[in-house]
């Protein structure tokens, strides 16, 4: 056990935010005995905090009890020059993520025995991934679990009576910036492009914030990608183990003839067959890196080659990454609307030969061109609603003139306030119709919106939500969440 660096039984800590992670960090420092506060601007969002039976306060109202204050823990959305922090260092006052606290918490054993930690993070792929490494983890025998980032806060596995003892922790850039100290048995950067650039102010500052996972004992980069392959080459683990598209050299997973092979955990140097490639989901690059960086994490921990080949072939992927809704008429559909930046679109897009593509929201500064260039090719028509979907309407006309492009504009205030949902429900409606007016047989209609959702919708699960209902609806086939529908003349494909 590792004492903790800032004494919090019964010290005044003060939590910022009440939403899924202010909450959990509320709940997690109550149990160890600290005096809790909350602090919360939204009324309605403040509401969560009044069954722990702890002080609320506006912004406003929490500047006078910051000098009374241990510690604050932040939400993970409020970025590093926010106004609050400048009063927070006028008086001294540490500042821990909820990762952070996590990572202290555990490593001193206030929630039982230390667990083991695997991170994941990247641009894209992280959910995939996290999912995937915590499959192969419980093929292996451990009692894994999936957390943080992935919808189930840390704070939650640490007070589970059943004691998971491997937590397998997706992290954003934003929670790992507000982590400096976490030091994971292994930690994974898949890839790194450009988002949140408002956040972090620069992509190096991104990049760097990423790198926060490479400090354990083993390091597992994407060498396909160049930014990531050069925190890999800087960063201080031990151990730096690399995925790639390719052969594997020495102390890599890759590919060879089309299966996923070991050439880094084996003894002797040993190359391992883990997997065909034709049995992981989702198929394409992008699910095969995914699978090669889980490999790499799960065996660091201990995993076999069998049971990563047991995990993924088990795997399902979950909503709105590349789901395939139906296929109807010779025309796909598909949701992948948990790309939210192009880096994340780019990975589902470059899978399909003929895209109708639905796109926009709040590009969160990104640039949208370099994607619009790499795919031309591949656009047969593009929707697009949102924001920020002037940029990138005018970006196709550049770079792609002869397809026909709809710009949706029903709902676009301009705002990052989403609309009323009847609005909401009718751009989503008048996006899937104009799309399938503009597809052809042999044409994947992909919703890769390469943008934030928050503009128009409550996240991007009720954005591809919505745009499964409404592909099911042009067929008159029942909405079943995420379920893929075969039309007769499919009969021989494979779902």
């Given at each position: 056990m590792v004492a903790l660096p800032i004494p919090l039984k019964g010290e005044s800590v003060m939590v910022l935010g009440a939403g899924v992670s202010g909450m959990a960090a509320a709940r997690l420092l109550l149990h160890i005995g600290a005096q809790v506060s909350v602090v919360e601007d939204n009324p309605e969002v403040a509401q969560a905090a009044q069954h722990l039976d702890v002080p609320v306060y506006t912004m406003q109202e929490a500047i006078s009890h910051v000098p009374e204050t241990s510690l604050v823990v932040t939400s993970p959305g409020l970025p590093p020059h926010h106004s609050f922090f400048k009063e927070t260092a006028k008086a001294d006052i540490p500042v821990w993520g909820d990762v952070e606290l996590c990572w202290h918490v555990d490593k001193a054993g206030l929630c039982g025995p230390s667990r083991v930690w695997i991170a994941v993070t990247g641009t894209n792929g992280k959910?995939?991934?996290?999912?995937?490494?915590?499959?192969i983890c419980r093929a292996a025998g451990m009692n894994a679990v999936a957390c943080g980032n992935i919808g189930y806060p840390i704070e939650d596995a640490l007070l589970d009576p059943a004691h998971p003892d491997v937590l397998v922790c997706?992290?954003?850039?934003?929670?790992?910036?507000?982590?400096?100290?976490?030091?994971?048995?292994?930690?994974?950067?898949?890839?790194?492009?450009?988002?949140h650039i408002d956040w972090h102010g620069s992509v190096d500052a991104y990049a760097q914030a990423k790198a926060q996972v490479l400090n354990g004992l083993y390091a597992v980069v994407g060498r396909d990608d160049k930014r990531a392959r050069e925190l890999g080459e800087e960063c201080a683990a031990h151990n730096v183990i690399g995925f790639r598209m390719g052969e594997p050299l020495q102390g890599e997973i890759g590919v060879h003839e089309e299966g996923l092979f070991d050439n880094a955990f084996g003894p002797n140097e040993t190359v391992r067959f883990l997997i065909e490639c034709a049995d992981i989901t989702p198929s394409g690059p992008a699910g095969i890196l995914d699978a090669g960086a889980a490999a790499a994490l799960s065996m660091a921990a201990g995993a076999m080659p069998e049971h990563v080949n047991k995990g993924l072939q088990n795997f399902e992927v979950a909503p709105h990454r590349n789901n395939v809704i139906l296929e109807q008429e010779g025309i796909a559909y598909v949701d992948d609307s948990k790309a939210t930046n192009p880096h994340a679109a780019r990975s589902s897009m470059l899978g399909y030969e003929n895209i109708v593509w639905i796109a926009g929201g709040q590009l969160k500064d990104a640039d949208i061109a370099p994607l619009i260039k790499e795919v031309k090719e591949r656009l047969r028509g593009a929707v697009i609603l949102g924001k920020d979907g002037d940029i990138i309407v005018r970006e196709l006309k550049i770079?792609?003139?002869?397809?026909?492009?709809?710009?949706?504009?029903?709902?676009?205030?301009?705002?990052d306030v989403p609309p009323p949902l009847p609005v909401t429900e009718q751009a989503m409606r008048e996006a899937v119709t104009a799309a399938h007016e503009i597809a052809q047989p042999g044409d994947t209609v992909v919703l890769a919106p390469a943008a934030a959702s928050y503009d128009m919708f409550r996240g991007y699960g009720h954005r591809g939500d919505l745009f499964a209902e409404y592909v099911c609806d042009l067929y008159d086939l029942p909405s079943s969440e995420h379920c893929y529908h075969r039309s007769p003349d499919d009969k021989g494909r494979s779902s």
């Open positions: 959910t995939t991934t996290t999912a995937m490494t915590t499959d997706e992290l954003s850039s934003f929670q790992l910036h507000w982590a400096p100290s976490i030091k994971p048995l292994a930690g994974a950067v898949l890839n790194v492009d450009e988002d770079h792609c003139p002869d397809i026909p492009v709809v710009r949706i504009t029903t709902g676009d205030d301009g705002t």
